[in-house]
């Protein structure tokens, strides 16, 4: 596969557009890590109830544990106080789930930036560049052979006003095998590919 021009301006602008796709997914992960750290930071709520609920627990379970020391009532006493516990048990829980609910919603977020962001790359640029690779590949290949297929190329996709500029009927020089027009046509095809021509029309 041939993905750049031999031509230097054409060349320039290939590597051109490649370094500003490449820059675009650059800066669509840097994007996406942005949000991602982002919604993240939106944990701290979260992560204080947590906490929080942490605090609760420990605090009520080490009463209900003093309390149980206590004569004839300490075994009540603690039960009483365990219900707390359970109330920090809940606090926690819900911090919980909420942190991982948060960190879905990252995750997801960020992957979406990712693939939006890279649709223009995958959508446009890439195919471009396949499909030039794909005819420059072809095109040197048949320069290496013959002219014929190259100034046929040229007859169904150049601009007619490019064909009349080598020839008034460029079709009947092709089929006659006017060489130096078929030479012609075929350095228009690869001129327009960002090509050389051969430096001498072929025999």
């Known amino acids: 596969m041939r993905f750049y021009a031999e031509r230097p301006g054409r060349a320039g602008l290939q590597l051109l557009g490649d370094l500003v796709a490449a820059g675009w997914v650059w800066l669509t992960v840097f994007v996406a890590r942005t949000v991602h750290d982002f919604v993240l930071g939106l944990q701290g709520p979260a992560r204080t109830l947590a906490g929080a609920g942490e605090s609760v627990r420990g605090a009520f379970d080490n009463a209900a544990r003093t309390a149980a020391g206590v004569p004839f009532i300490g075994e009540d006493l603690a039960r009483a106080l365990s219900t707390g516990t359970g109330a920090g048990d809940s606090l926690v829980a819900a911090g919980q789930e909420q942190i991982e609910?948060?960190?879905?919603?990252?995750?997801g977020t960020t992957v979406a930036t990712v693939v939006l962001g890279a649709m223009p790359v995958l959508f446009v640029w890439l195919p471009l560049r396949l499909r030039y690779a794909r005819l420059a590949r072809s095109a040197v290949t048949?320069?290496?052979?013959?002219?014929?297929?190259?100034a046929l190329r040229a007859?169904?996709?150049?601009?007619?006003?490019?064909?009349?500029?080598?020839?008034?009927?460029?079709?009947?020089?092709w089929r006659r095998d006017d060489r130096a027009v078929v030479h012609e046509l075929a350095a228009l095809e690869l001129r327009s590919l960002g090509l050389r021509a051969p430096s001498t029309p072929p025999d």
């Open 101 to 107: 609910a948060i960190a879905r919603v990252a995750f």
């Open 155 to 173: 007859i169904t996709r150049r601009p007619v006003r490019a064909l009349l500029r080598i020839s008034p009927d460029p079709a009947s020089s």
């Open 142 to 150: 048949a320069r290496g052979v013959d002219s014929d297929l190259l």
